[in-house]
T-cell receptor
């Protein structure tokens, strides 16, 4: 079955450390997205990519970075500049860049040690 | 994009029909209404999308009145497994950014 794989499921970060969250899709979708979800709240857009080698900032991009070197991969780095990184991170994809997110991964829960 | 308002929570019993209404007073001509479902510790799942009148699929129905200022997601004969958060979003059909920001959603609790 096609889908989105996020890893790891749980991740712990030390103060001042950068961590990278993996997102891989085998759906052959053009667009990919990263969202952050805090307890009891909806999803907020961090970054999105409509095509390989291109990405755009979302609503809360500060303290995060991404790359899109391959169509199937869209890793998110949470840098030390992100002062409140504890959250549930979700990756999503859509078939075309003009479509809304159609598939979501099962998320990575990031916590600070 | 049009702001959406939906109830924070709803309770129901197994076998009942559940209707969740979302208001989007400022919806534009080229906006679509989309609903997602999210279970705890999982990503949202697309349920249904519509532009006007009624749309039905194997999971739910979506009713949109002529003025499109609101929409109602209808879940027939809910079961315990329908306990989840349901998000209503207005999505603009244009050539630019299509990424979405989700509101707080409606938390549906289905009781036995």
């Amino acid at each position: 079955d096609g889908g989105i794989t996020q890893s790891p499921k749980y991740l712990f970060r030390k103060e001042g450390q950068n961590v990278t969250l993996s997102c891989e899709q085998n759906l052959n979708h053009d667009a990919m997205y990263w969202y952050r979800q805090d307890p009891g709240q909806g999803l907020r857009l961090i970054y999105y990519s409509q095509i390989v080698n291109d990405f755009q900032k979302g609503d809360i991009a500060e303290g995060y970075s991404v790359s899109r070197e391959k169509k199937e991969s869209f890793p998110l780095t949470v840098t030390s500049a992100q002062k409140n990184p504890t959250a549930f991170y979700l990756c999503a994809s859509s078939r075309r860049s003009g479509d809304q997110p159609q598939h979501f991964g099962d998320g990575t829960r990031l916590s600070i040690l | 994009l049009a702001k959406t308002t939906q109830p924070i929570s709803m309770d129901s019993y197994e076998g009942q029909e559940v209707n969740i209404t979302c208001s989007h007073n400022n919806i534009a001509t080229n906006d679509y209404i989309t609903w997602y479902q999210q279970f705890p510790s999982q990503g949202p799942r697309f349920i249904i999308q519509g532009y006007k009148t009624k749309v039905t699929n194997e999971v739910a129905s979506l009713f949109i009145p002529a003025d499109r200022k609101s929409s109602t997601l209808s879940l027939p004969r809910v079961s315990l497994s329908d306990t989840a958060v349901y998000y209503c979003l207005v999505v603009r059909r244009d050539t630019g950014r299509r990424a979405l920001t989700f509101g707080s959603g409606t938390r549906l609790q289905v009781q036995p």
